[in-house]
């Protein structure tokens, strides 16, 4: 379906380089998203490697996967025919729930209590 690869394009786009893709998945039961890695390092991996001193941090390649059977997928998909910059706020919440779930601590704690504050 384009639009919802156009959707997802654009989600990735709105989080940044912090990830590489949004997909959709159907391996997550209740959580609406999660976060996975592809390649040889994962989410552990990276933390070990950035508590070792030295320069050279090698970065795990993070994916946000998004519950396909989690109702916030339909919602999603009809906020992002309505209004593309609300999805892109909704995109950052997931991106950074998926850090809390992973264990990661979020980027900008202040973005994402402002943009929660602000879809309520």
């Known amino acids: 379906n384009t ?4 959707m997802l ?3 990735k786009e709105s989080i940044g380089e912090k990830i590489t893709a949004v997909r959709f998945t159907n391996k997550l039961k209740k959580h609406p998203v999660c976060l996975t890695t592809e390649g040889g390092i994962s989410l552990e991996m990276e933390k070990v ?4 001193p030295g320069e050279n941090k ?3 390649t993070v994916v946000l996967e998004i519950n396909r059977e989690h ?9 992002y025919k309505e209004d593309k910059e609300k999805a892109a706020k909704y995109a950052k919440i997931l991106y950074s729930q998926g ?5 990661k601590s979020i980027d900008n ?7 929660i504050t602000e879809l309520m």
């Open 3 to 6: 639009s919802a690869k156009d």
């Open 9 to 11: 394009d654009a989600m």
């Open 49 to 52: 490697l950035s508590a070792m």
């Open 58 to 60: 090698a970065k795990a």
């Open 71 to 79: 109702e916030i997928a339909e919602k999603l998909k009809a906020i």
């Open 99 to 103: 850090c809390l779930i992973a264990g």
């Open 109 to 115: 704690p202040t973005e994402f209590t402002q943009l």
